[in-house]
């Protein structure tokens, strides 16, 4: 199988291949064009090469878990295996990346160590570079994105509904939409800094205006002023959704 093979993808504990005589060096021997997706808990290096990890280990020690939830209680996963699909894609990018460098470089195959922590670490955004620069922390916000703002979930008389009320233009035509051109107009929220500095207030006008209304009017209010809005969906509003079936995203066979 390995002579004929594009790749080879494996995800045992390091080591486990090369005790069964099955090394990348070994193999490449009858394939020198073979490209060998190694998945791991930690990698195939390190001091921690040999424990073993799922998705939500990688999701602990990436530096994901500690900022999902609420302020001061229990971090929570965020509901699906994240840490494996992060995995997953980050595999993928890599097979596609060897096929192409094997098809225009000399035919060489090679191999990808894809760690499940390091894969969760490199889609968390400016995590590192705010603690390595500022020696800043982040720390668990709820539902609003911390460092921008107002972006949040926000509460209507029949549901919730997210505001990404966040770019100054959007910012300006989301206080238009409540009738509060005060806001709108004001020198202190013109710009996002200032936005931040004043999350609270804001969330607490937005809530206020939201709490009055359904998602649908809320929604339709929002649409027209063009400020990004959405339901927070379960799956059965996902498998009724319009825009879901024309795309083609859900079907029944």
């Given amino acids: 199988l390995i ?21 990348y060096d070994t193999l490449s021997q009858s394939n020198p064009g073979l490209i060998m997706l190694r998945v791991s808990g930690f990698g195939q290096t390190g001091p921690y090469r040999d424990q073993p990890g799922f ?12 900022l999902t939830g609420e302020p ?9 295996s994240i840490g494996d699909t992060l995995a997953a894609l980050h595999g993928t990018i890599g097979v596609l990346t060897a096929l192409h460098h094997r098809q225009f470089n000399g035919g060489k195959g090679q191999v990808i160590d894809v760690a499940l922590t390091e894969a969760v670490l490199n889609v968390m955004e400016s995590l590192i570079p705010e603690y390595s620069a500022f020696g800043a922390v982040r720390e668990p916000a709820g539902s609003s994105l911390p460092g921008i703002a107002p972006s949040s979930a926000y509460r209507c008389t029949d549901g919730l509904v997210l505001i990404a009320g966040n770019g100054d233009s959007i910012f300006k035509r989301l206080m238009t939409a409540m009738g509060r051109e005060d806001l709108a107009q004001d020198p202190r929220l013109a710009g996002n800094p200032g936005r931040v500095e004043h999350t609270l207030m804001l969330d607490q006008a937005i809530e206020a205006w939201t ?23 379960t799956a059965k509003d996902v498998v009724e959704d319009p825009h879901f079936l024309a795309r083609d995203m859900i079907v029944q066979q």
């Fill in 3 to 23: 002579a004929s093979a594009d790749v080879l993808v494996e995800n045992f504990r390091p080591g486990t291949l090369e005790d069964w005589g099955m090394d």
């Fill in 211 to 233: 709490q009055t209304q359904t998602v649908e009017a809320v929604l339709q209010q929002l649409g027209q002023h063009r400020v990004p809005s959405g339901r927070v969906y």
């Fill in 72 to 80: 001061g209680r229990v971090p929570v996963r965020c509901g699906v």
């Fill in 55 to 66: 998705g939500v280990i990688g999701e602990a020690m990436g530096g994901l878990r500690y």
